[in-house]
T-cell receptor, first 112, second 118 residues
Framework: AQTVTQSQPEMSVQEAETVTLSCTYDTSESDYYLFWYKQPPSRQMILVIRQEAYKQQNATENRFSVNFQKAAKSFSLKISDSQLGDAAMYFCAYSAGNMLTFGGGTRLMVKP | GAVVSQHPSWVICKSGTSVKIECRSLDFQATTMFWYRQFPKQSLMLMATSNEGSKATYEQGVEKDKFLINHASLTLSTLTVTSAHPEDSSFYIC??????????????FGPGTRLLVL
């Protein structure tokens, strides 16, 4: 079974600084997708970024980028120029089809 | 694009009653819908997966007679919590994946429903 591990239950970052959230996963599949979802206090799950495993280039979405290391099964999220609105729970997720397997989440706090 | 609505957002009911939660994809065809449950400060737990026109597939440990799921159209899925008890109190989230002007194989989430059973 696939597992997703987020080893950092909580992280904090100063406003305007950069923070990296870690995620590792375990799978025997070669073709799959990886996601980062944000869940702010409203609890609405928001898709932040996704990475196709067959693509070597790391995905980027504005201030959000990933470091995808397929051999190491690592998928970290970098948030640049952190903003107060980035404070939320962040979930890493894996999918080899339609189903998502979520990590336990990392709570990100942004200090003004 | 990729908007999923969920109704109601909040529901309080008495023990023993049934509660229906609706999940709608507003601007795309949801060929597959998912229902999750989330306890405070925990991750999402998949309850069941439903494909339009087919019976839902339930995860191990989820009672299919208690959590009835209907996915009758490409834009609507419903979750009915039957004979609700206080231990069913939780945050329920639906998501949808499908086709249209969205990224395939990505799930888009509804805003969730808080259920409190007294």
């Amino acid at each position: 079974a696939q597992t997703v591990t987020q080893s950092q239950p909580e992280m904090s970052v100063q406003e305007a600084e950069t923070v990296t959230l870690s995620c590792t996963y375990d799978t025997s599949e070669s073709d799959y997708y990886l996601f980062w979802y944000k869940q702010p206090p409203s609890r609405q799950m928001i898709l932040v970024i996704r990475q196709e495993a067959y693509k070597q280039q790391n995905a980027t979405e504005n201030r959000f980028s990933v470091n995808f290391q397929k051999a190491a099964k690592s998928f970290s999220l970098k948030i640049s120029d952190s903003q107060l609105g980035d404070a939320a729970m962040y979930f890493c997720a894996y999918s080899a089809g339609n189903m998502l397997t979520f990590g336990g989440g990392t709570r990100l706090m942004v200090k003004p | 694009g990729a908007v999923v609505s969920q109704h109601p957002s909040w529901v309080i009911c008495k023990s023993g009653t049934s509660v229906k939660i609706e999940c709608r994809s507003l601007d795309f065809q949801a060929t597959t819908m998912f229902w999750y449950r989330q306890f405070p400060k925990q991750s999402l737990m998949l309850m069941a997966t439903s494909n339009e026109g087919s019976k839902a597939t339930y995860e191990q440990g989820v009672e299919k007679d208690k959590f009835l799921i209907n996915h009758a159209s490409l834009t609507l899925s419903t979750l009915t919590v039957t004979s609700a008890h206080p231990e069913d109190s939780s945050f329920y989230i639906c998501s949808a994946a499908g086709r249209g002007r969205i990224r395939e194989l990505s799930q888009y989430f509804g805003p969730g429903t808080r259920l409190l059973v007294l």
